[in-house]
């Protein structure tokens, strides 16, 4: 039996166990994964499922990956404004800055929220739509 990490004081959750980082951590980089396999259309299938079916199970895990779905929603929407300036050919240089912006975010935060579930710890995104709880 793995041995659980102690909550981070703060944060309400109680010990996590190894199993529970690796699913939380899955939570976080699935999106990135889905993103790559999919030019970026499926990066909210990955978190989606993890929350649905640690949803009862674990509130560490449903946080990490509600958190990774919203925070993917706000990719998105940054996607689709990038698209829609795009098609006003005018705006291309500013919707190429966008893209660029919510790329490089989605591999950093997602990077960061994975290595702090790694330690047990909750990762808080910027930026996010809260759908998900």
Do not use: C
Not at 85 to 112: D, E, N, Q, R, S
Request: without cysteine; positive net charge.
């Amino acid at each position: 039996m793995t041995q659980p990490i102690p909550s981070p004081q703060g944060q309400g959750l109680p010990a996590t166990t190894a199993e529970e980082r690796t699913w939380a951590i899955l939570g976080h980089l699935a999106a990135v994964i889905a993103a790559v396999i999919s030019a970026g259309w499926l990066s909210i299938v990955g978190p989606l499922v993890i929350w649905a079916l640690y949803k009862d199970k674990s509130a560490f895990v449903r946080q990490a990956a509600a958190g990774a779905f919203n925070f993917n929603l706000a990719v998105w929407a940054a996607v689709i404004v990038g698209w829609i300036m795009f098609f006003t050919v005018i705006l291309i240089p500013v919707a190429l800055i966008v893209w660029l912006v919510a790329v490089v975010a989605a591999l950093v935060f997602h990077i960061k929220a994975a290595l702090a579930a790694n330690r047990g710890e909750l990762y808080h995104y910027p930026w996010a739509i809260t759908v998900l709880r």
